[in-house]
């Protein structure tokens, strides 16, 4: 009777378990986990490059600043580059930071010079 219980309360556990042999050969992966993935781009408020270097406003719960963004450059074949941010640290402070902050780079910061033609690709938030 034991027996009869301990399988009947198992069953459950085991219905979402699914095997499936392939052997055919196949060896097409469907999904991998766990490898490294690009952060999506930040949304930044306004942006602007003036007197030599970018300036982003963006999100904040007050800790926000260029440590906690990577600058991916991409030089296109129309003679601009393209300027791409991307948050690598997480703003974990608890500060009401209603209209964000501003974070700047000198272009020669970035490895652009002056008179680069660059855009900045990131979307737009109000």
Same mark, same amino acid.
């Given at each position: ?9 198992? !069953? =459950? +556990? ?8 392939? /052997? ?5 992966? *469907?999904?991998?986990? &766990?490898?490294?993935?690009? !952060? =999506? +781009? ?8 003036? /007197? ?5 406003? *963006?999100?904040?719960? &007050? ?64």
């Amino acid at each position: 009777m034991r027996a009869l219980i301990a399988a009947a309360l198992c !069953a =459950p +556990l085991l219905s979402g378990c699914v095997i499936y042999a392939s /052997d055919s050969g196949e060896s097409e992966v *469907v999904a991998q986990w &766990g490898g490294p993935r690009a !952060a =999506p +781009l930040e949304a930044v408020r306004s942006a602007r490059i003036a /007197d030599g270097r970018l300036t982003v406003r *963006v999100e904040s719960n &007050g800790c926000t600043d260029t440590t906690h963004f990577v600058v991916d450059l991409t030089p296109q074949d129309d003679g601009w580059t393209d300027i791409a941010l991307r948050r690598n640290t997480r703003d974990l402070c608890k500060a009401l930071v209603p209209d964000g902050v501003e974070v700047s780079w000198s272009l020669i910061e970035l490895g652009l010079q002056p008179d680069t033609q660059a855009r900045l690709v990131n979307p737009t938030t109000l």
